[in-house]
């Protein structure tokens, strides 16, 4: 028999976007078991998922996990399933063709590996990455220089289309809940390679999933960049998760690169709000504090 795949799958008031991934899971030739679906948006998708083709296990939660918690709920209900692989899914996600899982299950079991990940490229924009490589120094976006280098080991973006070992989780964890959301796949990807869990990108199947390029801001060129989030909301969880993870793993690189990038793309922007704010985010990840749902820091 085919390996078993679960997805475990997060939404928050994108009914859209969750149509379109449910049919793209249905569509899949790998053998989905089931899709557990953690739905914390204040306008429920039950019906999409009822109305589904796709095997979908729905899991409405009453409160916001953000993505930590809602990955970690998703994660745990597909284990429970007792498949073999942990397929993760954000809802603005979605394969780009049928055959991505059975791609990917075929690229872990040559390689040997229990973790691998696709690229994941632009809505309407095929040929160009959503998120960024360094390619011989230098950002790069471009699908055909990424894809010409083959399987790319040890790196990969998490956590979209992460194809996981279900028994890898017992040995590195679940996201962490207290990051809420941006750096939650940094950490898990952390643990990882410390735990000594091979994985990598097969660069010959991908997700679409909408772009970052506007957070990405250069300071020194292409040497150093800064990323930069959309709103005040994402700004402070990234910088906090940012700062807490440079702590807790001792990334003293992330601290240099952090402590000389930000004051100094601040200045560039004549950016002082954008500077303290900041500010006050990482340093209170340095700390340790802050952590919980938004509602805690009156968002």
Not at 108 to 127: I, N, T
Not at 141 to 149: I, N, Q, S
Not at 157 to 176: K, Q, S, W
Request: hydrophobic fraction near 45%; glycine fraction near 8%; proline fraction near 6%.
């Amino acid at each position: 028999m085919p390996d078993s795949v679960a997805v475990a799958a997060v939404t928050f008031d994108r009914p859209d976007d969750v149509k379109t991934l449910l049919e793209a899971l249905a569509a899949q030739t790998g053998n989905i078991t089931s899709v557990a679906l953690v739905d914390s948006g204040k306008s429920p998708v039950k019906d999409i998922a009822e109305d589904s083709s796709a095997p979908v296990d729905y899991i409405r939660s009453n409160t916001n996990l953000g993505g930590a918690g809602g990955f970690s709920l998703a994660i745990l209900s597909a284990m429970a399933s007792g498949a073999e692989w942990i397929w993760i899914m954000d809802d603005d996600a979605h394969p780009e063709d049928p055959e991505c899982v059975a791609t990917l299950l075929a690229a872990a079991k040559e390689r040997g590996l229990d973790v691998v990940l696709p690229l994941v490229v632009a809505p309407g924009a095929p040929d160009t990455l959503s998120f960024h490589f360094r390619i011989d120094g230098k950002l790069t976006h471009d699908r055909a220089l990424v894809a010409e280098r083959g399987f790319l080991p040890n790196v990969g973006h998490f956590f979209n289309g992460a194809l996981i070992r279900a028994d890898v989780f017992y040995r590195v964890g679940l996201p962490d809940l207290r990051l809420f959301i941006r750096g939650d796949e940094t950490d898990f990807m952390i643990r990882l390679r410390r735990a000594g869990v091979e994985f990598g990108t097969v660069t010959t199947v991908a997700l679409t999933h909408p772009a970052a390029w506007a957070e990405v801001q250069p300071v020194l060129g292409d040497r150093m960049h800064v990323l930069v989030p959309e709103n005040a909301f994402k700004q402070f969880y990234f910088y906090r998760n940012r700062g807490h993870l440079t702590r807790r793993y001792r990334r003293v690189r992330s601290l240099v690169a952090d402590t000389v990038g930000y004051p100094v793309h601040f200045a560039r922007t004549r950016d002082p709000k954008g500077f303290v704010s900041w500010l006050r985010a990482y340093a209170a990840g340095l700390g340790g504090r802050r952590f919980g749902p938004p509602s805690d820091f009156g968002f």
